[in-house]
């Protein structure tokens, strides 16, 4: 639902963060206005928007966090 969403409104990524399963899944919106294929992403990758290539995402270090959090939040 809130993929479609995203695309209408012409949102350039869509990510979805699977903490249970350590994944990202980016979705890149195309020319055409509609999201292309998915790609998998998890640790020890580093990943970053195309919009934002300097701000970076060490998902080995996030889900680490992930691991050990208490509940609290981060």
Do not use: C, N
């Amino acid at each position: 639902m809130k993929r479609a969403a995203y695309e209408k409104a012409g949102v350039p990524e869509y990510w979805v963060v699977d903490p249970a399963g350590r994944i990202v899944y980016i979705s890149i919106l195309g020319p055409d206005g509609a999201y292309g294929g998915t790609t998998i992403h998890a640790a020890p990758e580093v990943i970053a928007p195309r919009r934002f290539p300097e701000l970076t995402f060490d998902l080995e270090h996030i889900f680490s966090v992930l691991d050990h959090a208490d509940g609290d939040g981060l």
